[in-house]
């Protein structure tokens, strides 16, 4: 397989050394003490900075004040920001929760963009605050060039918060190490029902130690409970290391909001004082828009969605689901009419169309729970597709069937699927020949993940779509601690020259737990 040549070259070192290093350094009001510029009153941006839906001309730039403030975003072709050129961003306030998204277009294909942020007094743009620095590429607009991505999920998650005595989210330092083209993460992008305390004891007496805040002392019901629980993962500096270099593609899942939640659901949980999850889902989709770059969801805004296809060059387009907005009730999920499903019906025909429109070689559908893993929801109800019947399709099982036989009879090549969600890694392959349900051309569904959460035993396999589950790595007991059991992230490779598409499944500690090499051009593999 061929790489591009990307931390080696002397440009890519200077970045690495200099301008994101110090972006990253900044001092966090709720860790470090705050700086002399800070004290003046100039704006500061001591979040770090993200870049979000980054294509061949275009991408999104985050950052967050500490005040309002104007955005002004610059970007180069070096570090130097010789003739560089300036985007005009939003007015910054309490609106937004003081963060900010600047939209970059006209940008060079296959190129990488130097950028930094600087934030200005709104009543006098002279005075400004430290720019703070960023880097990423575009999309490559010849197929030669390569993609190459990694995915995880579920992170801060089962009370395994920042840890500094191991050096907090360390897998994100190592992702960043690997400099991809970007990365997806494919949901429980945090907890917002996951209470961090100070200390846990493991089962063998150790201390795991969190960094705590008030927004996780507690289940997150405001607005202002859901921002804190996003604003947590910006205090390790590895995560504002990462971001400064690798842009993300971001989905969303359940505990963003809470454990297993459907619209329409009304809480029994004591923990909660408001029952309504639309009500919570609002608030934390609100959050969510604020605190992540997302090109289908303005910040603060009341309109927008998540699920959207970023497009990554000719050869891979990113279809970015949201199986948690438009589902129906969680349940047995045996009946035998379901056009709601887990997707809704107006998503499963944008889902359906998008695709058929794609001239990408490879078509990841970026899946925010497993297709044929039986996750539960109690004893009795079901929360992700597959329900354990082995038989013809019932309930959410219906909408995937239904989707499954389109990729077939349009004969749609280069389809696989990358989720996260059940705390552990794995590879599965769907075959007709092993299946209930035979009206549909094999595929492939890697899992990762958790990025930086508790690792759980693997789930049951629903043999309704014939999956054959070709490589499992799975703690033993539930809600094994980071310090216990490595972290799980994927990786994608695709090469420019012969088109073949490589997955790799890693773990922390830079070890390649397994590969698969998938060829272009097949309908199904």
Not at 140 to 146: D, L, S, T, W
Request: hydrophobic share 40%; net charge neutral; with cysteine.
């Amino acid at each position: 397989m061929s790489h591009n040549p990307r931390i080696s070259s002397p440009d890519r070192r200077s970045v690495l050394r200099g301008t994101v290093a110090a972006s990253a350094a900044l001092a966090l009001p709720a860790i470090g003490a705050a700086p002399a510029l800070a004290l003046s009153g100039r704006p500061r941006a001591a979040w770090g900075v993200q870049t979000g839906d980054v294509t061949a001309s275009s991408g999104l730039v985050w950052v967050r004040s500490d005040g309002p403030a104007r955005m002004i975003v610059e970007t180069s072709a070096t570090d130097s920001f010789r003739r560089a050129h300036r985007h005009h961003g939003p007015l910054i306030g309490s609106g937004t929760d003081f963060t900010g998204t600047t939209s970059l277009r006209g940008l060079p294909a296959g190129e990488q963009v130097h950028y930094r942020v600087t934030l200005a007094d709104p009543d006098d743009p002279r005075r400004t605050g430290e720019p703070v620095y960023g880097t990423f590429r575009t999309a490559p607009a010849k197929r030669r060039e390569g993609v190459r991505f990694l995915w995880s999920g579920d992170i801060a998650g089962q009370g395994w918060g920042i840890n500094p005595d191991i050096g907090g989210y360390r897998a994100y330092e190592e992702m960043r190490r690997l400099d991809p083209d970007f990365f997806l993460c494919s949901g429980d992008t945090v907890y917002a029902d996951g209470v961090i305390q100070p200390s846990v004891t493991l089962p063998d007496g150790r201390i795991w130690r969190n960094i705590t805040t008030e927004e996780k002392s507690k289940v997150a019901q405001t607005l202002a409970d859901f921002r804190g629980n996003f604003r947590y993962n910006l205090l390790d500096e590895n995560v504002r290391r990462f971001n400064a270099q690798v842009p993300t593609v971001v989905q969303w899942d359940d505990h963003e909001v809470r454990n297993n939640w459907y619209p329409g659901q009304i809480l029994d949980d004591p923990r909660y004082t408001e029952k309504n999850v639309d009500l919570l889902a609002e608030r934390s989709m609100r959050a969510f828009s604020e605190y992540f770059p997302i090109s289908t969801l303005p910040a603060g805004g009341d309109e927008g969605r998540v699920h959207r296809v970023v497009r990554y060059g000719p050869l891979l387009d990113v279809f970015v689901l949201d199986m948690r907005s438009y589902r129906n009730a969680n349940s047995p999920g045996r009946q035998a009419d379901d056009t709601q499903g887990i997707l809704g019906a107006e998503q499963l025909a944008w889902l359906k169309r998008e695709l058929s429109r794609s001239r990408a070689m490879w078509k990841v559908i970026a899946s925010d729970m497993p297709i044929g893993l039986v996750v539960p929801d109690g004893a009795a109800n079901i929360e992700a597709v597959a329900q354990g019947d082995p038989g013809v399709p019932l309930g959410r099982e219906l909408q995937i069937a239904e989707l499954l036989r389109f990729i077939k009879h349009r004969r749609i090549t280069g389809t696989l699927w990358l989720t996260a969600d059940v705390h552990y890694t794995s590879a599965q392959h769907y075959a007709p020949e092993r299946a209930a349900f035979k009206d549909f051309a094999p595929f492939w569904e890697f899992v990762s993940g958790p990025l930086a959460a508790g690792g759980f035993p693997a789930n049951a396999l629903d043999a309704t779509f014939g999956p054959e589950r070709v490589f499992v790595r799975a703690p033993e007991r539930a809600n094994v601690s980071p310090m216990e059991s490595p972290q799980y992230f994927g990786e994608v490779d695709i090469d420019g020259g012969s088109g073949e598409l490589t997955v790799r499944l890693r773990a922390e500690g830079g070890t390649v737990l397994f590969s698969k090499v998938l060829q272009p051009g097949r309908v199904g593999q």
